[in-house]
């Protein structure tokens, strides 16, 4: 009887055994589960981080906001390497102490970590002791990992990740933080064209104005917060002609006045970018096609009806008597077209200088298309 209690007793011991691990088996599963869409997510909010209309480092500031407050991060540093000086694009580590965290590459373990290319875990045993790369404090942070960057094998800086607790990341799942890294070069390798767009906006030496480039960066942020605006291209048509029968020199002024006189006149909300050469843009921010109309109308035919004379001592005109006799009057050819929120500033640009580009050379006109 006995022997057939501790059977019985047994088989149960044996099914609860068999029922805890198909239960602990489900709820791995169901973590799993609960991580992949956690990941999604994340990755989700990064395209949403990418898309909006910010500079490259509001949306890597964005992308360290979400990795915090998603993982429960204690402390994340992004350092990029900008061919110059290696510089922190984001952060919630107190300023005071960048200067250590932006020179992490300098620090031997972490050496070896860039040089082969994996990750490096750190930490204290007792709080009395620092991590290696800390100079002055003892309190913040007690623990960290260290994961270089790479876009196309080629290093551009790493992501750090800290925590006030000793031992804190011993059985963190590397698998997920590792996929957050790539997300991290992911995000960085997409915003490289932007990054390098905004750094090439340049000042003009003639008229004063932003280069081309400023519409693709900073300036779209700003035009992106209508839904529909109006793009203007127009080009001083006589240019060429002003150059070749006169001077070069009187043609750059009258690219300065000719731009000097719509910077006076237009509102300071809308951007007025010499585009290349003779050719400028306007962006009437907010303001749709048929109100811009009348506006270019009446500016252009102020404009035409200048008398632009050259300056007395220009070379060009040394032999010529009657010197205060000569002036020319620019004559512009315009086309516009609607811009909606989001979409490729660059393109439609592009497709305005095509149109003036291979418009008839007598062609003076407000064109829509």
């Given at each position: 009887m006995l022997i057939i209690v501790v059977v019985i007793l047994i088989i149960a011991v044996l099914g609860l055994i068999a029922y805890n691990l198909n239960i602990h088996k489900k709820i791995q599963t169901y973590k799993n589960i609960n991580q992949k869409i956690n990941n999604l997510s994340v990755v989700q909010d990064f395209m949403s981080a990418i898309g909006q209309t910010s500079s490259v480092d509001d949306k890597i500031k964005r992308i360290n906001e979400i990795l915090i407050e998603k993982y429960e991060i204690k402390y994340s540093t992004i350092v990029v390497f900008n061919g110059a000086e290696y510089e922190i694009k984001a952060s919630n580590v107190d300023e005071m102490h960048w200067d250590a965290l932006k020179s992490l590459q300098d620090v031997d373990m972490f050496k070896d970590s860039i040089a082969q290319a994996t990750p490096k875990y750190v930490t204290v045993n007792n709080d009395q002791e620092r991590l290696p790369y800390q100079k002055m404090e003892f309190g913040r942070a007690k623990s960290a990992m260290f994961f270089p960057l790479y876009i196309d094998n080629v290093y551009?800086?790493?992501?750090?990740?800290?925590?006030?607790?000793?031992?804190?990341?011993?059985?963190?799942?590397?698998?997920?933080?590792?996929?957050?890294?790539?997300?991290?070069?992911?995000?960085?390798?997409?915003?490289?064209?932007?990054?390098?767009?905004?750094?090439?906006?340049?000042?003009?030496?003639?008229?004063?104005?932003?280069?081309?480039?400023?519409?693709?960066?900073?300036?779209?942020?700003?035009?992106?917060?209508?839904?529909?605006?109006?793009?203007?291209?127009?080009?001083?048509?006589?240019?060429?002609?002003?150059?070749?029968?006169?001077?070069?020199?009187?043609?750059?002024?009258?690219?300065?006045?000719?731009?000097?006189?719509?910077?006076?006149?237009?509102?300071?909300?809308?951007?007025?970018?010499?585009?290349?050469?003779?050719?400028?843009?306007?962006?009437?921010?907010?303001?749709?096609?048929?109100?811009?109309?009348?506006?270019?109308?009446?500016?252009?035919?102020?404009?035409?009806?200048?008398?632009?004379?050259?300056?007395?001592?220009?070379?060009?005109?040394?032999?010529?008597?009657?010197?205060?006799?000569?002036?020319?009057?620019?004559r512009l050819n315009f086309v516009l077209t609607s811009y909606y929120k989001g979409t490729s500033m660059d393109g439609l640009t592009k497709k305005l200088e095509e149109y003036i580009d291979n418009a008839d050379k007598s062609e003076s006109d407000i064109n829509y298309i």
């Open positions: 551009i800086g790493y992501w750090l990740i800290e925590s006030s607790e000793i031992h804190a990341f011993d059985n963190i799942d590397t698998a997920i933080i590792e996929v957050i890294r790539d997300n991290i070069v992911t995000i960085l390798k997409t915003v490289q064209y932007q990054n390098t767009v905004e750094n090439t906006v340049r000042t003009d030496l003639f008229t004063g104005l932003n280069s081309a480039e400023y519409l693709y960066g900073l300036g779209k942020k700003e035009v992106d917060k209508y839904t529909i605006s109006t793009v203007c291209m127009f080009r001083i048509t006589n240019i060429e002609e002003i150059n070749e029968k006169i001077s070069r020199h009187l043609g750059n002024k009258v690219i300065t006045q000719v731009s000097k006189f719509f910077e006076n006149n237009i509102s300071k909300d809308y951007l007025f970018v010499r585009y290349m050469g003779p050719k400028f843009v306007i962006v009437f921010s907010g303001v749709q096609s048929e109100d811009v109309a009348n506006f270019l109308e009446d500016i252009k035919a102020q404009i035409e009806e200048m008398q632009i004379h050259p300056d007395l001592d220009d070379k060009a005109i040394a032999n010529v008597k009657n010197k205060e006799a000569i002036y020319v009057s620019p």
